[in-house]
């Protein structure tokens, strides 16, 4: 029985000292050194590849389409004829209207010369009259509605594409051709409005597409649209592409816009900081920091105020630290 409360006695005591050494063990940490670099303020966008000079055709009105150019890739001049819609209704009302016309047209000489003969009133003449600018008035529509079932180019340039094919039913608004110059390029890139007061024409630009992910693309800020869009609270930038750029028309980029670089800047990684708080190991302590922050990136952050060149920060930001714990820099 005595045997027994000593091996319990002593089971005790060695998970007390197995504890007591767990909990006063110094916690691993990994530690990083701040670095001087370029600390760059960066504006995030996305954007689509386009031509400088552009335009799209699309059909005014619901109606088949019965000819296309299959002129895809060709060159074409301003006027000419893309594609046709069934117009055979419109010419129908058409002739009706010149029928009309002609008719009116020969009741208002009758009345007039009856009017000369003092058969006829004035005001059957100004009946006539009246009657006759109203189909006047009619067929001139109606020949200006005609030119809308030919689809013409609206500028010089080659047809960059082409949709739709002969006997599908065109829809307003459809885009069937686009008709531009393939070069030079640009970018139309959608700019959050908290971050417009940041952007200017003249600014660098790093582009990344899917299509080149090995490569970094150039690209400068163009032009900014003065009114934004109250709705989607995004303002349309426009930048330039230089002329040996691979991209392609129609291409998607994710668009970096340089609004400011800091150099000599003192950098920290950013995962080590919560809001502006860090924590810093200073003799196998942890002590947590708030400090005042510069530019912030993806990767690192700069630096203003409370914090050494020569201090060690703890990266990533520890949420299960407490200030003032031991801590002990990680190995391997």
Known sequence: MK????????????????????????????????????????????????????????????ERIVELCNCEGEAVERGAVLARLDSRQAEAALAELRARQKFTAAEYERIAALVERRVASEQALDRARSELGQIQALLAGQETRLESYVLRAPVSGIVLRQDGEVGE??????????????????????????????????????????????????AKVDSITPKGDPVAKTYRVHLSLPADTPLRIGMTVEVNVIARIVADALL??????????????????????????GIRGAGSTQILEGLSEAERVIAPFPDDLADGARVAERRG
């Open 169 to 218: 039913v065109a829809e307003p608004g459809t885009v069937l051709f686009w008709v531009g110059e393939p070069k030079p390029l640009q970018v139309e890139a959608e700019v959050n409005e908290e971050d417009i007061p940041r952007v200017a024409v003249g600014q660098r630009a790093v582009l990344k597409a899917d299509a080149f992910p090995d490569r970094t693309l150039e």
């Open 3 to 62: 045997l027994s409360r000593l091996l319990l006695l002593a089971a005790v005591l060695l998970a007390a000292g197995a504890a007591a050494w767990r909990f006063s063990r110094p916690q691993e940490v990994a530690l990083a050194a701040p670095r001087r670099g370029e600390a760059a303020e960066i504006v995030y966008a996305t954007g689509t590849v386009e031509p400088r000079i552009w335009a799209k055709v699309t059909p005014l009105l619901r």
């Open 268 to 293: 920290v990684p950013t995962g080590a900081l919560r809001g502006s708080a860090l924590f810093v190991a200073q003799d196998g302590i942890a002590r947590r920091r708030e400090v005042k922050l």
